[in-house]
């Protein structure tokens, strides 16, 4: 990979040049291969945390996205359509409650789930055999972020000690590499 970052630091007016080494870190972690749920299994996922116990949408987004690691946030514009669908086949009733639409399973529902031999889709996200990976991508961009404001708003001497920071940062990132 060659190296984004000005020789010179981010001194003077070359703030061009970090958001553009900002833009190709943050483009790098967003390749959503892998990240992303097929086809189906917002439906199966819906099912399986109904089948533990009523939710609305947002709760039901929320468990989807701390049952993956983090790495799937299902939209709430692919979530309430796919409750509605469920809805309509027969297998989940919305009751209200305190203003918010509560989804549970019919029996309908029931019988899906358990004639069901699918896994539950965050299983197969790959997240079990690589908890924290889900977290990396986040971290970076959180950094790159700070790094981007630092430049924005800093001083020339905030500014340098921020690159002595993240030279440091990722020399330490490559030492974990080297460790056995």
């Known amino acids: 990979m060659h190296n984004s ?3 010179n630091g981010f001194m003077g007016n070359n703030l061009d040049g970090m ?5 190709e870190f943050r483009s790098r972690f967003e390749k959503r291969s892998g990240t992303r749920a097929g086809r189906g299994e ?3 996922a819906i099912l399986a945390l109904l089948a533990e116990r009523p939710m609305h949408g947002y709760q039901i987004i ?3 996205e701390e049952r993956s690691g983090g790495s799937w946030k299902p939209s709430a514009g692919s979530v309430y359509p796919t409750l509605q669908l469920l809805a309509d086949e027969g297998f989940v009733s919305a009751e209200e409650s305190s203003g918010r639409k509560i989804y549970s399973l019919t029996e309908a529902g029931r019988e ?3 004639g069901s031999e699918s896994s539950a889709p965050w299983d197969s996200l790959g997240t079990s ?5 889900a977290a990396l991508p986040k971290a970076g961009v959180e950094l790159a972020q700070a790094a981007a404001q630092v430049g924005r708003t800093g001083t020339p001497k905030q500014v340098q000690e921020a690159v002595t920071v993240l030279e440091e940062a990722r020399r330490r990132l490559y030492s974990i590499l080297a460790q056995d």
């Open 62 to 64: 929320h468990e989807i």
């Open 129 to 133: 055999s690589n908890p924290g990976f």
């Open 112 to 114: 899906d789930v358990a």
């Open 19 to 23: 958001w553009q080494a900002v833009e």
């Open 42 to 44: 917002l439906r199966t």
């Open 5 to 7: 970052f000005p020789a």
